[in-house]
Structures are given as structure tokens and as C-alpha cells.
């Protein structure tokens, strides 16, 4: 799984309701990232967090929220302000060696949708 | 504005034969390119990436080229098979600072035929 957790692995939520996601990683990296993937969008980032009580906005941010209180967990909420919440959700962990690049790894995603 | 375009959403090959899968950037400060595979209701997975200071990089049957000059990278898949059908992303980012951040192209969904 490449030490990256997420659940569920689906969620229904209600309109109206804020509901969170879960993603955890074990292998103690710094950098952990959220992604929603729709048809045709290919992956577009929400959020992204490089250290501990330290996060960004990534380029769709708008209604989502996360928080960073531990290394290994970064939790996203989509909230009810969040227009279009039905997705498919990617955590990614990504860490640097010596200066060097190295992959990222993801979760197996979670599938939401409001009904 | 698309930073990083795969303007081929679908591709279809026989099995045995090479499948060729393109990806263009247009952020010339783009440094590390990377390929992703995907099967649907499932996360990512990494595959093969190359670094601006290298044109080539092989990895078993899969070779990912780069040409900087006219910011073009390819994935060569040499012999496909239908275990190969999945939606493959481009990727890209910059090696400069502490940000990782990747930037996805939409993908290519590629269906190897028996």
C-alpha cells in the first residue's frame, strides 16, 4: 500500500453535512497531499501539507478543509459549502532524499457521493 | 491554464504491439516528469520517472523519453498486454524549494485488446 491509508473506502454523505476523510501514512515522510479526481479532470490538488500544524491551498481549496496535528495523519473535511463534493479522493505522502526526488505515493482513494 | 496536457484521452492497441502514450508541459521550469497508472476506484500507482538531465529511462517494458526543446515526454510500452488497460497520468514538477507539488495531466486511457 505504500505505507498511505485512506478511509473509507466509500462514503455517503447528505446534503447539507460536513463528513471527513481519513488518510495515514507510516513511514514518517513529511509531505502529504489531497487530490480529487473527476472524469476528464484528470487529478487536481485541494490541499497540501509539508509539515506538522502547517498547511497550503492547492489550486481548488474552496469548501474543503484539513488539519495537520500529527506527522502520520492528514485528514480532509469536505464541508457543506463544498458545491460539487461527489469525487473520487486521492491522498498522496511524498518525501526527498538528499536533494533527490522520489515519487509519490497514493492511498487507494476514497469514493464519496451525496445523495 | 493547463500546465501539463495529455491530449489523447483514449488509446487503443493490440496486445504485443508498443503503445505509445504523449504528454506535453508547457512550465519550462519543470524538472522531474513522472508516469502514473491507474485502474478505476483505485489510487495511482507510480511507474517510471525521469529527470531533466537524462533524454531516456527504461524500466522492464516501459520507457518513458524527454525532449526538453519541444517539452514533449512520451511512455513507450513495448509488448503491451491487457493488463496494461488503465488510465495513465503525466506528471511533472519542479526540483527547486521544498514544495513537491505535482501538477497531473487529465490522463490517457489506454485499452490493450487480446
Known amino acids: 500500500d505504500g505505507g498511505i491509508t485512506q478511509s473509507p473506502k466509500y462514503l455517503f454523505r447528505k446534503e447539507g453535512q460536513n463528513v471527513t476523510l481519513s488518510c495515514e501514512q507510516n513511514l514518517n515522510h513529511d509531505a502529504m497531499y489531497w487530490y480529487r479526481q473527476d472524469p476528464g479532470q484528470g487529478l487536481r490538488l485541494i490541499y497540501y501539507?509539508?509539515?506538522?500544524?502547517?498547511?497550503q491551498k492547492g489550486d481548488i481549496a474552496e469548501g474543503y478543509s484539513v488539519s495537520r496535528e500529527k506527522k502520520e495523519s492528514f485528514p480532509l473535511t469536505v464541508t457543506s459549502a463544498q458545491k460539487n463534493p461527489t469525487a473520487f479522493y486521492l491522498c498522496?505522502?511524498?518525501?526527498?532524499?538528499?536533494?533527490?526526488?522520489?515519487?509519490?505515493?497514493f492511498g487507494q482513494g476514497t469514493r464519496l457521493t451525496v445523495v | 491554464d493547463q500546465q501539463v496536457k495529455q491530449n489523447s484521452p483514449s488509446l487503443s492497441v493490440q496486445e504485443g504491439r508498443i503503445s505509445i502514450l504523449n504528454c506535453d508541459y508547457t512550465n519550462s521550469m519543470f524538472d522531474y516528469f513522472l508516469w502514473y497508472k491507474k485502474y478505476p476506484a483505485e489510487g495511482p500507482t507510480f511507474l517510471i520517472s525521469?529527470?531533466?538531465?537524462?533524454d531516456k529511462n527504461e524500466d522492464g517494458r516501459f520507457t518513458v523519453f524527454l525532449n526538453k526543446s519541444a517539452k514533449h515526454l512520451s511512455l513507450h510500452i513495448v509488448p503491451s498486454q491487457p493488463g496494461d488497460s488503465a488510465v495513465y497520468f503525466c506528471a511533472a514538477r519542479t526540483s527547486g524549494g521544498s514544495n513537491y507539488k505535482l501538477t497531473f495531466g487529465k490522463g490517457t486511457l489506454l485499452t490493450v485488446n487480446p
Open positions: 525521469i529527470s531533466s538531465i537524462k
Open positions: 498522496d505522502r511524498q518525501t526527498r532524499v538528499h536533494k533527490v526526488n522520489t515519487e509519490a505515493f
Open positions: 501539507s509539508q509539515i506538522v500544524n502547517d498547511f
